[in-house]
């Protein structure tokens, strides 16, 4: 991989729908170039695919708050499972990490009110393996472009 694979994933990463010519523009090289590049890129499986951008907010579910669980380690997967596996209504786990050190996971979940987020706790809290939970309130994300979200 070269400077010119990492511009374009770098454009990529920055807008997964941008054209190969828009591409192209950026980086001065040709538009067959790009695409010949994209394709090995994928083929790869550098670029494993594309994701869209949620606006939370639109959804109604604007809240966004980081989850540091602690599990018994001795049936992981199936915990995990079940917190996976939790439905409430007006909240979604949008990622769940496995972290070493002091915290088992982290959870991103989104919610319409805090009111969601607390009945998400203590519904975590029904899952037996559950040992401790720590609960942060996320206010805003800033992107690597400066963008407040």
């Given at each position: ?13 920055g ?18 170039a ?26 109604g ?17 199936e915990i ?54 720590s ?15």
């Amino acid at each position: 991989m070269d400077n010119i694979d990492k511009s374009i994933i770098k454009a990529l990463e920055g807008n997964g729908r941008i054209s190969h010519e828009d591409i192209s523009k950026v980086i001065h090289i040709s538009r067959p170039a790009i695409h010949q590049r994209v394709n090995k890129l994928e083929a790869d499986g550098i670029i494993k695919g594309y994701r869209t951008i949620i606006d939370w907010e639109k959804l109604g579910e604007p809240i966004k708050t980081l989850l540091y669980v602690k599990i018994s380690c001795e049936n992981f997967k199936e915990i995990v499972n079940q917190i996976l596996s939790l439905e409430l209504p007006n909240v979604v786990i949008e990622e769940c990490h496995r972290l070493a050190g002091e915290w088992c996971l982290l959870l991103k979940i989104r919610a319409s009110t805090p009111t969601n987020i607390s009945n998400f706790i203590d519904n975590l809290w029904k899952i037996k393996d559950i040992k401790e939970t720590s609960t942060t309130l996320v206010l805003s994300t800033i992107l690597e472009n400066g963008i407040r979200k």
